[in-house]
């Protein structure tokens, strides 16, 4: 079983940054590939980053190239979500998911059920 756990959520003006934790636990956890989705009040989640079970590849959103950057630490068992320029349009719930599958190779990844475990979540508001 994996537990995550999110943290780093908040309250930015626009054009400001954040950065999103994630903890895992479970001693298989570093073997997973993980994922940032998030869900704005009456929409759909959505995808926003993957990162395999290495750090070695990643996948990213169009509407976030170059303002978001993910990244993990397997001897911490942490995933990272640096948020920069941030938009009002970015404000959601932000959760981190984790896959049995150590590879986001398919076009699986961008899509909730190809993940195992979930997060609670971590709010992100952007005003403007």
């Known amino acids: 079983q994996v537990q995550l756990v999110e943290s780093g959520g908040g309250l930015v003006q626009a054009g400001g940054s954040l950065r999103l934790s994630c903890a895992a636990s479970g001693r298989t956890s570093r073997y997973y590939a993980m994922a940032w989705f998030r869900q704005a009040p009456g929409k759909e989640r959505e995808f926003v980053a993957a990162?395999?079970?290495?750090?070695?590849?990643?996948s990213q959103t169009d509407s976030v190239k170059g303002r978001f950057t993910i990244s993990r630490d397997n001897a911490k068992s942490t995933m990272y979500l640096q948020m920069n320029n941030l938009k009002p349009e970015d404000t959601a719930v932000y959760y981190c998911?984790?896959?049995?599958?150590?590879?986001?190779?398919?076009?699986?990844?961008?899509?909730?059920?190809?993940?195992?475990?979930w997060g609670q979540g971590t709010q992100v508001t952007v005003s403007s």
């Open positions: 998911a984790s896959s049995k599958s150590g590879s986001i190779a398919g076009p699986g990844k961008s899509t909730p059920s190809f993940y195992d475990y």
């Open positions: 990162i395999s079970y290495s750090g070695g590849s990643t």
